[in-house]
């Protein structure tokens, strides 16, 4: 039982770091009509035929610090029911 506790302090530090790291990355995410340039087209500049979505770091990034998120949020409700 004392293992659990001391690994629960380390789990809510990673928590709120994970937390901070998903608000940051969801911030520095591009918007589709970004400011007054985007009801002009200037959203789609990066290629021909658009953004390639697939292969943006970002997304890859959210989705990652999201799935984090989430497992850590149920292994510490976890610790807080026991």
Do not use: C, N
């Amino acid at each position: 039982m004392e293992i659990l506790r001391a690994l629960e302090i380390p789990l809510k530090v990673l928590f709120v770091l994970v937390s901070v790291a998903l608000i940051g990355i969801i911030l520095l995410q591009m918007s589709k009509h970004a400011g007054l340039g985007g009801a002009f087209g200037a959203g789609a500049t990066s290629t021909v035929f658009g953004r390639e979505e697939e292969a943006d770091p970002k997304r890859t990034a959210t989705t990652w610090l999201a799935v984090a998120f989430m497992l850590l949020a149920f292994v510490l409700t976890y610790f807080a029911s026991r």
